[in-house]
């Protein structure tokens, strides 16, 4: 292969990956993923309400991300190797934040959804062991966060692992959505700043 051949094809696989058109595809493949569970909705919001004493924690993780960002991010983003992302944003969150406030709104009603299969997935299959834990944190590299965002999750994901092994999977579950909920409300409100 020569090395032409070589650059343009990761030229156009760049192009590819970082056109609104991978990313409205990534949703369409999300949601019909989605509604594949669609029968398990009404399941999951019972399992929502039984863990929802849990729910209280969630400042917890979503604390320690705010301290991460106002303290440790301003540092960590300088580091090439930490820095580095594939896709170069958060594919839940896709191209479109940097649109603002109406680049984000289409996809809330969607991402909330999404979470409640989602959420209830990573919980009951990476909160069994610290080294799955550990997968759940750096699979988060797949959706296109920065490897030190992969890191910042390890804590966290330790922090559900607790709250699964004490209360149960339904507990971490309402803990880990309500986290997410947070998230995309401080998302929204820098947004709209």
Not at 118 to 133: D, G, T
Not at 159 to 173: M, P
């Amino acid at each position: 292969m020569s090395s032409d051949f070589v650059q343009n094809l990761l030229f156009t696989l760049d192009g590819i990956v970082h056109s609104d058109g991978f990313v409205i595809g990534y949703y369409i493949f999300t949601v019909a993923t989605s509604l594949l569970l669609i029968k398990e909705t009404k399941q999951r919001a019972f399992d929502l309400a039984k863990g929802a004493k849990s729910m209280v924690y969630a400042p917890i993780p979503f604390g320690i991300m705010i301290a991460y960002f106002v303290f440790a991010y301003p540092i960590v983003e300088k580091i090439p190797i930490l820095n580095w992302s594939w896709l170069g944003y958060n594919i839940a969150f896709g191209p479109f934040a940097k649109d603002g406030f109406w680049g984000v709104l289409p996809f809330v009603p969607l991402l909330i959804y999404m979470f409640i299969h989602i959420n209830h997935a990573e919980e009951l299959y990476f909160r069994k062991s610290k080294k799955m834990v550990l997968v759940w944190a750096f699979t988060h590299i797949a959706m296109g966060i920065k490897v030190h965002m992969a890191l910042l999750l390890i804590p966290i994901g330790f922090l559900f692992k607790y709250i699964y092994d004490k209360k149960g999977v339904n507990h971490s579950y309402a803990m880990h959505f309500m986290t997410n909920v947070l998230v995309v409300a401080a998302l929204f409100f820098t947004l709209t700043r």
